[in-house]
C-alpha cells in the first residue's frame, strides 16, 4: 500500500538499495537533507542513506551492483557513489557521545532511532524507509513535518545538550533558519535554542577557522544573508567570529545628534548586493563581493570623530577598513586571491560617489579605471547597493549620478584602455637606453610617465611614453648610451 511519502523514493537508486537491503538481511533508510527537501518541494541530488550495519560493506555491494565506482572514507566511516546524476553517501546507523574539548564524536554501532537523536534538527532527522516491508514509509519521531510545516528549527533533544556537543550546529541553525526563508515564510529558531545558543556561543572556539568559514559562506550565498548576521549579533555568536562587525552596532549621540546605524546599513548593503546580483543574472562566484558588502564599512568605528558645528565624521574609514581586511582574511582561512579582491573594493567604495561630487573629469576617471581594473563593474554595484536613503528623490539623484559615472567610465575605457593599465616604459626599457643599473632614477621616470597617461598629458602610446621619458631622463641627469 503506498505512503504519503511513496512518491519521493520513486528512483531507481532506492529500488536498488531495498534489494541490497533485502538481501543482506538489514534495514536502510533514507535521511536528512533529501527528505526534507523534498517536503518543501526542492529538487535535491544529495542523497544520504543510513545502514543498520556496515554502511562501507553496503556501498560496495550497491557499487558492484551498479557498476558504479565507490569512495571511502574511512576515518568518517562513510562510502559515496554517484549514480544518474546523484550523489549518494553510506553511512551505518550509530550512536554518538562527545568529549568536552572536541566536537569530534566517539562513535558506536546504533539503530535507526540512535542515529536520528544525534541529527541537529528535527527537519534533518525525518527518514523514509527503503526496507522491502514498508518502502517508502515516513519516520519522524520528533514532528519533524510539523516542524517544517510551521517554519521552526528545533532539535531533536535538548538544545544545550546538542550544541555543547557540536557546536558548528548553532551556525547550521543559523544558516537554516536563513537558507529555508521565503517571502512567504520565515523559519524561526525556537526560544529555547536561542537562549541555549546564547549560552554556548563561546564553545565556538574549539571549531576550526575553516569550518566557521565554511559556514559563513553558506549563509552569504543564501538569498537575504542578513538575517543569518543579525542572527549570529542577537545570539553573541557573532563577536566570536567577527567582532569588527559588532563594533558597527549601535549609534553614539552628542549635543542630540546621533550618526547612521551603522549594523543595520551595512546588512542592508549586504542584501542589496545580493538582489542586484540575482537580477543582474551574473555567472561565476557571488561570495566575494558579498564579503566586500559586508566589510565596507568596519572602518568606521576606529575613524569616527565628533566636531561641533559639523556632526559625526567617519573620514580615512575606507582607507582604515582596507588595512584590517588581510587581518580577518587571515584568521578565517579566506583565500589570498579574494582578500586583495575585497581590500580593493574597501579601498575604493568611496570613489565613485567622490567622482561626482567633485566633478566626473577624464584624468579621475581614468585613475579609478586604472585602480579598479577588471572589477570595475563590481565597485559600481557596490556602490549603488551603499546607497540606502529612505529619500526616494535623494536616492534617484544619486543613481543619476552614478549612471554618469559609468557612461563616463565606458567613453573613457574606449578611448584610452586604461583598465588594467600597463605603463608603456619598464624598468628593463630604461636601463637598456641609459646603460643603468637598478636605481631611484628608473622609479622617478616611470611614475612620471604613469601619471601623465592618467592625466591625459599623453596618451596611453609607446611612441609618446618614450619621448617623454627621454625628458624627464635628461632633468635627472642620465644620458643614452
Same mark, same amino acid.
Given at each position: 500500500?503506498?505512503? *504519503?511519502?511513496?512518491?519521493?523514493?520513486?528512483?531507481?537508486?532506492?529500488?536498488?538499495?531495498? @534489494?541490497?537491503?533485502?538481501?543482506?538481511?538489514?534495514?536502510?533508510?533514507?535521511?536528512?537533507?533529501?527528505?526534507?527537501?523534498?517536503?518543501?518541494?526542492?529538487?535535491?541530488? /544529495?542523497?544520504?542513506?543510513?545502514?543498520?550495519?556496515?554502511?562501507?560493506?553496503?556501498?560496495? =555491494?550497491?557499487?558492484?551492483?551498479?557498476?558504479?565506482?565507490?569512495?571511502?572514507?574511512?576515518?568518517?566511516?562513510?562510502?559515496?557513489?554517484?549514480?544518474?546524476?546523484?550523489?549518494?553517501?553510506?553511512?551505518?546507523? #550509530?550512536?554518538?557521545?562527545?568529549?568536552?574539548?572536541?566536537?569530534?564524536?566517539?562513535?558506536?554501532?546504533?539503530?535507526?532511532?540512535?542515529?536520528?537523536?544525534?541529527?541537529?534538527?528535527?527537519?534533518?532527522?525525518?527518514?523514509?524507509?527503503?526496507?522491502?516491508?514498508?518502502?517508502?514509509?515516513?519516520?519522524?519521531?520528533?514532528?519533524?513535518?510539523?516542524?517544517?510545516?510551521?517554519?521552526?528549527? #528545533?532539535?531533536?533533544?535538548?538544545?544545550?545538550?546538542?550544541?555543547?556537543?557540536?557546536?558548528?550546529?548553532?551556525?547550521?541553525?543559523?544558516?537554516?533558519?536563513?537558507?529555508?526563508?521565503?517571502?512567504?515564510?520565515?523559519?524561526?529558531?525556537?526560544? =529555547?535554542?536561542?537562549?541555549?545558543?546564547?549560552?554556548?556561543?563561546?564553545?565556538?572556539?574549539?571549531?576550526?577557522?575553516?569550518?566557521?568559514?565554511?559556514?559563513?559562506?553558506?549563509?552569504?550565498?543564501?538569498?537575504?544573508?542578513?538575517?543569518?548576521?543579525?542572527?549570529?549579533?542577537?545570539?553573541?555568536?557573532?563577536?566570536?567570529?567577527?567582532?569588527?562587525?559588532?563594533?558597527?552596532?549601535?549609534?553614539?549621540?552628542? =549635543?542630540?545628534?546621533?550618526?547612521?546605524?551603522?549594523?543595520?546599513?551595512?546588512?542592508?548593503?549586504?542584501?542589496?548586493?545580493?538582489?542586484?546580483?540575482?537580477?543582474?543574472?551574473?555567472?561565476?562566484?557571488?561570495?566575494?563581493?558579498?564579503?566586500?558588502?559586508?566589510?565596507?564599512?568596519?572602518?568606521?568605528?576606529?575613524?569616527?570623530?565628533?566636531?561641533?558645528?559639523?556632526?559625526?565624521?567617519?573620514?580615512?574609514?575606507?582607507?582604515?577598513?582596507?588595512?584590517? %581586511?588581510?587581518?580577518?582574511?587571515?584568521?578565517?582561512?579566506?583565500?589570498?586571491?579574494?582578500?586583495?579582491?575585497?581590500?580593493?573594493?574597501?579601498?575604493?567604495?568611496?570613489?565613485?560617489?567622490?567622482?561626482?561630487?567633485?566633478?566626473?573629469?577624464?584624468?579621475?576617471?581614468?585613475?579609478?579605471?586604472? @585602480?579598479?581594473? /577588471?572589477?570595475?563593474?563590481?565597485?559600481?554595484?557596490?556602490?549603488?547597493?551603499?546607497?540606502?536613503?529612505?529619500?526616494?528623490?535623494?536616492?534617484?539623484? %544619486?543613481? @543619476?549620478?552614478?549612471?554618469?559615472?559609468?557612461?563616463?567610465?565606458?567613453?573613457?575605457?574606449?578611448?584610452?584602455? *586604461?583598465?588594467?593599465?600597463?605603463?608603456? *616604459?619598464?624598468?628593463?626599457?630604461?636601463?637598456?637606453?641609459?646603460?643603468?643599473?637598478?636605481?631611484?632614477?628608473?622609479?622617478?621616470?616611470?611614475?612620471?610617465?604613469?601619471?601623465?597617461?592618467?592625466?591625459?598629458?599623453?596618451?596611453?602610446?609607446?611612441?609618446?611614453?618614450?619621448?617623454?621619458? #627621454?625628458?624627464?631622463?635628461?632633468?635627472?641627469?642620465?644620458?643614452?648610451?
Amino acid at each position: 500500500m503506498p505512503t *504519503i511519502a511513496s512518491e519521493f523514493v520513486d528512483r531507481e537508486i532506492f529500488g536498488l538499495v531495498r @534489494d541490497v537491503a533485502a538481501a543482506r538481511g538489514v534495514k536502510a533508510y533514507v535521511i536528512g537533507g533529501y527528505v526534507r527537501d523534498c517536503l518543501l518541494g526542492k529538487p535535491c541530488s /544529495d542523497i544520504d542513506i543510513v545502514v543498520e550495519g556496515s554502511g562501507l560493506d553496503f556501498a560496495g =555491494e550497491v557499487g558492484r551492483r551498479t557498476g558504479r565506482k565507490v569512495s571511502y572514507f574511512k576515518n568518517f566511516g562513510t562510502a559515496m557513489l554517484r549514480y544518474r546524476g546523484d550523489e549518494i553517501e553510506f553511512v551505518g546507523a #550509530r550512536r554518538e557521545s562527545y568529549r568536552r574539548e572536541s566536537r569530534k564524536p566517539i562513535v558506536e554501532d546504533g539503530t535507526l532511532a540512535d542515529d536520528q537523536k544525534r541529527r541537529d534538527f528535527t527537519i534533518n532527522a525525518m527518514a523514509l524507509s527503503l526496507c522491502a516491508e514498508d518502502f517508502g514509509e515516513l519516520v519522524d519521531p520528533f514532528g519533524g513535518v510539523r516542524d517544517l510545516a510551521e517554519g521552526i528549527i #528545533r532539535t531533536p533533544l535538548d538544545p544545550d545538550t546538542t550544541y555543547s556537543d557540536d557546536p558548528l550546529r548553532m551556525l547550521r541553525a543559523v544558516r537554516f533558519a536563513t537558507r529555508l526563508s521565503t517571502p512567504e515564510m520565515t523559519f524561526e529558531i525556537v526560544p =529555547e535554542s536561542l537562549e541555549s545558543m546564547r549560552r554556548m556561543a563561546g564553545r565556538l572556539s574549539i571549531l576550526s577557522a575553516e569550518r566557521i568559514t565554511e559556514e559563513l559562506n553558506k549563509m552569504l550565498a543564501t538569498r537575504k544573508p542578513s538575517m543569518a548576521f543579525r542572527l549570529m549579533e542577537e545570539t553573541g555568536l557573532l563577536r566570536h567570529i567577527l567582532p569588527e562587525l559588532c563594533a558597527l552596532k549601535g549609534v553614539e549621540t552628542v =549635543e542630540g545628534r546621533g550618526h547612521k546605524e551603522n549594523f543595520s546599513h551595512t546588512l542592508t548593503v549586504l542584501d542589496n548586493v545580493a538582489a542586484a546580483q540575482a537580477s543582474s543574472g551574473a555567472a561565476g562566484d557571488p561570495l566575494p563581493l558579498r564579503w566586500a558588502a559586508l566589510l565596507h564599512d568596519i572602518g568606521k568605528p576606529a575613524s569616527k570623530r565628533f566636531t561641533e558645528g559639523t556632526g559625526w565624521t567617519f573620514h580615512g574609514h575606507e582607507i582604515i577598513g582596507s588595512r584590517m %581586511i588581510p587581518g580577518i582574511f587571515n584568521r578565517l582561512k579566506l583565500p589570498l586571491d579574494q582578500m586583495k579582491y575585497v581590500k580593493k573594493l574597501v579601498w575604493l567604495h568611496l570613489r565613485p560617489i567622490a567622482l561626482v561630487d567633485e566633478g566626473v573629469t577624464d584624468s579621475a576617471v581614468r585613475r579609478l579605471l586604472f @585602480d579598479a581594473g /577588471d572589477d570595475v563593474e563590481d565597485l559600481m554595484m557596490l556602490c549603488r547597493a551603499d546607497v540606502t536613503s529612505k529619500n526616494p528623490a535623494k536616492v534617484a539623484r %544619486i543613481m @543619476d549620478n552614478f549612471d554618469l559615472v559609468e557612461r563616463k567610465l565606458e567613453e573613457v575605457e574606449a578611448k584610452d584602455r *586604461i583598465r588594467n593599465f600597463k605603463n608603456p *616604459i619598464d624598468g628593463e626599457y630604461v636601463m637598456k637606453v641609459y646603460g643603468i643599473g637598478p636605481c631611484r632614477e628608473i622609479g622617478l621616470i616611470k611614475e612620471f610617465v604613469k601619471e601623465a597617461v592618467l592625466d591625459g598629458v599623453i596618451g596611453n602610446d609607446f611612441v609618446e611614453a618614450d619621448r617623454l621619458m #627621454r625628458r624627464k631622463a635628461a632633468e635627472l641627469g642620465l644620458k643614452e648610451v
